[in-house]
Structure formats: structure tokens, C-alpha cells
């Protein structure tokens, strides 16, 4: 028995219509808000778009020792056998690789960067930690894109996170330009949820990760979305950071360009919103997936 009401159905076999959000895309209150690192403008724009891009919040010479230290995981053939690293169909390259902060203690501070924190507790309006953290990574000219889709989506059917209270930071490890498959969302679409049809296998995200068949949006929601705001696929520096909200659609295109794309993911989720029984009643998904065990809140590092 659910333990508690699932305001968010989904993966049923006849999919509702979408339909309004139920909490803010900002959680904080108004002194929270102000008192935060970001401007009342950038807290705007994010509100309005369920996105926002800080170009070279990080110098690239900080992330691209993330990005050496994936190629040295990708060369070890006992790594790459790892539950957490999920590889491209081709099976030749690494698609992404999960828990990078749990495997690493340089991703495990980045996670907790001062100012990377404060802007997103400003965004939750509470403590936080990492509900999933992950690599993705597209080699020149073969790495594959991913459906549109909402993460809540997925968390809320798969993982029992109860609300829209998490926001991803995806921090580019590379260059990110229109040619290598660069993360499309759709502004505003953080605003509704779109229940989507067809049952959750047991054990889904064996394939999910590789190449995923339920939690998908209809094409006709996707396409009124788009509609409404179009679509922004924001592109930099490596270095810079997006954060997007868990509710957004996003999608990316597969990696026809001879340049690599990789960036890193943390997934920061409110300690008030931390995860019960999966609503899509499916197993629980792993550790390294879906946070159950380490919840505590995070503390910056000085
Ligand atoms: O299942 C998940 O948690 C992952 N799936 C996608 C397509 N995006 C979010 C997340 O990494
Ligand atoms: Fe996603």
C-alpha cells in the first residue's frame, strides 16, 4: 500500500491529459530569495524558463581534470564492468557512469561547492543532497541523444520522490556547441505534468539508461509545449553550468561532430522531499541510481 497520495499519475495505460504543476518552481520564501548568490533577475528567469545558464561558473581548468579522469575510468576494462557505468549500444564507448561522487572525492567536493550550494538551497528554500549524480558522455561522432522526457517523470514513477523539489546542475566537462549534442529543453514546461502511458518493467533501468522506452512524453504534448516557448539548446564554454528544474522536458540529439560532449550531473533534492516507495509500484532502483541511504544534509566545503 502507497503511504501516500500520488498527485503525479503516470505510466498507466491510458495516459490523462497534462496538467498544472502543484508546488512552485521556487521554493524559498521572499527573504530566502534575496539573500540568495543569484540576482532577482536570474531567480526570474529561472522561474519563468525551469532552466537557467551561468557561463564559466567553473574555470575550465578545474573541470578539465573531471574530464582526464573520465578517460583514465573509460581505459579500465574492470571499471567500465561496473554496475554504475552504463556503455554506449556500440558498446565501444562510455554512455555515462553513475554515483561519480560516491567513485571520486574531487566530484564529491564539487558537489559541495559554496557558491554552487547556496544557489541551489536559494532555489529549494531548504537543505539539500544528492539525489543521483552522473556522467554522460557523447564520443565525436557516435554518441547517441536521449527522448525528451521529465526527469520528475522517472524519479517520482521509479524512485517515490513525492514532488518537483529537486534541480539538476549539469556543469560542462567540454565545450558545449550546436554540433555535438548539446541539452534542448523547452522553456516553461516545468509547468505542467505530463502523465505518460505504458507500464514500467521490473528492473527498467537495465535498459532505460541505454535507451529509454516508458516515461515518454506523447509526441503531441512535446510538440504544444514547444509550441508555446520553442526550444533552447544553451551552448559554452567548459566550465559553465546549467541548472534545470527536475520537471523540465529535455532531450539532446546524437553526437555527429568529431568533438567529445561530456557533462557531469548532480541531482540536488530537498532533505523534506527525500524518497518513498517508488509510486509507479516497481522495485526500488539502485543506490547508486536513487539516493535512499545517504541523505544527510550537505555541508559546503570551505
Ligand atoms: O533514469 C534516470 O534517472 C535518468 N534518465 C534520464 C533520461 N535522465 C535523468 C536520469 O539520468
Ligand atoms: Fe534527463
Redesign the pocket.
Known amino acids: 500500500m502507497l503511504d501516500r497520495t500520488d498527485y503525479y499519475r503516470t505510466r498507466e495505460v491510458n495516459a490523462q491529459e497534462m496538467f498544472p504543476r502543484t508546488e512552485p518552481v521556487v521554493h524559498s520564501n521572499e527573504k530566502e530569495r534575496e539573500e540568495g548568490p543569484l540576482s532577482p533577475a536570474q531567480v526570474g528567469e529561472y522561474e519563468q524558463d525551469g532552466f537557467l545558464w551561468l557561463e564559466s561558473f567553473f574555470t575550465q581548468d578545474v573541470v578539465s581534470s573531471f574530464f582526464a579522469e573520465l578517460d583514465e575510468m573509460a581505459k579500465d576494462r574492470d571499471f567500465c564492468d561496473r554496475d554504475e557505468v552504463i556503455m554506449d549500444t556500440n558498446r565501444e564507448k562510455i554512455r555515462?557512469v553513475f554515483a561519480m561522487h560516491e567513485l571520486s572525492p574531487a566530484f564529491d567536493r564539487l558537489t559541495r561547492d559554496k557558491l554552487l550550494l547556496d544557489i541551489v538551497r536559494q532555489l529549494l528554500g531548504d537543505d539539500v543532497y544528492i539525489h543521483?549524480s552522473?556522467i554522460n558522455s557523447k564520443a565525436g561522432f557516435c554518441g547517441n541523444g536521449?527522448e525528451w522526457?521529465s526527469?520528475f517523470e522517472?524519479?517520482h514513477s521509479?524512485d517515490g520522490m513525492p514532488e518537483m523539489r529537486a534541480v539538476s546542475a549539469s556543469i560542462m566537462l567540454t565545450d558545449n556547441n550546436p554540433f555535438n549534442g548539446p541539452l534542448m529543453l523547452i522553456p516553461g514546461s516545468q509547468n505542467c505534468f505530463v502523465p505518460c502511458s505504458g507500464s514500467t518493467p521490473q528492473r527498467n533501468?537495465e535498459q532505460?539508461?541505454k535507451k529509454?522506452s516508458v516515461g515518454l512524453p506523447s509526441r503531441e504534448a512535446v510538440g504544444s509545449l514547444a509550441d508555446r516557448n520553442g526550444i533552447q539548446a544553451p551552448t559554452g564554454p567548459a566550465g559553465s553550468l546549467l541548472l534545470f528544474e527536475c520537471n523540465t522536458l529535455h532531450a539532446s540529439n546524437r553526437n555527429m561532430s568529431p568533438w567529445p560532449r561530456a557533462n557531469l550531473?548532480f541531482v540536488y533534492n530537498a532533505v523534506s522531499n527525500r524518497l518513498v516507495q517508488p509510486f509507479g509500484r516497481t522495485d526500488p532502483r539502485p543506490e547508486h541510481?536513487?539516493a535512499r541511504q545517504r541523505t544527510t544534509p550537505l555541508i559546503a566545503h570551505q
Open positions: 555515462s543521483q552522473r536521449f522526457h526527469d522517472t524519479w521509479e533501468w532505460s539508461l529509454q550531473f541510481l536513487a
